[in-house]
């Protein structure tokens, strides 16, 4: 089956840093999906990005679905960042998620 | 803004026994997941609701799970008898899909099996 692959798998930082999160896919995939996992455990929808690049405050998104990987942006970063990010995507042909195993982000003070 | 409400957030049960989780999708979506996430593991897809029958499940849903929309508003996970294993997260998502796919998540059910 598909297989996700997000690296870097662990980033720490300082506040106020910069970093890029990529997701890669094994196979084509539609209707994208980024999301924040908040230290409570709740995943929280960042972007619904299938193609091109969507701003949204500090973060931003951009897939460029031909050669099959996106990228998530989070500038001058904040410790309220830190959490686990995902990427995920259904297949071509059928509509579940596949998940990617996450960036575990630290932002410190 | 709509969101997707989940009961309870965490539950706590014994080996062998039945439990019900339950979720209130996004009032005018038509399609409805569960999926479940095992502490520091990934998320994993388990099931796909429309049209109210399964329209996709994975290995890991197995006989011992069952969903069900009783009503207009709920959607359901049922556990039969609960392993040690099926401690987790689970999340309920839904989607409108005719317009778009994006999913929409729970907050999640802390499942915690002793």
Known sequence: GIQVEQSPPDLILQEGANSTLRCNFSDSVNNLQWFHQNPWGQLINLFYIPSGTKQNGRLSATTVATERYSLLYISSSQTTDSGVYFCAGPPDSNYQLIWGAGTKLIIKP | ???????????????????????????????????????????????????????????????????????????????????????????????????????????????TVT
């Not at chain 2, 207009?72 to 999340?91: C, H, P, Q, V, W």
């Not at chain 2, 778009?100 to 729970?106: A, K, P, R, V």
Request: charged residues 20%; negative net charge.
């Open chain 2, 1 to 111: 803004e709509p969101e997707v409400t989940q009961t309870p957030s965490h539950q706590v049960t014994q080996m062998g026994q039945e439990v019900i989780l339950r979720c209130v999708p996004i009032s005018n979506h038509l399609y409805f997941y569960w999926y479940r996430q095992i502490l520091g593991q990934k998320v994993e897809f388990l099931v796909s609701f429309y049209n109210n029958e399964i329209s996709e499940k994975s290995e890991i849903f197995d006989d011992q799970f069952s969903v069900e929309r009783p009503d207009g508003s709920n959607f359901t996970l049922k556990i039969r008898s609960t392993k040690l294993e099926d401690s987790a997260m689970y999340f309920c998502a839904s989607t409108q899909r005719l317009v778009s796919h994006e999913q929409y998540f729970g907050p999640g059910t802390r499942l």
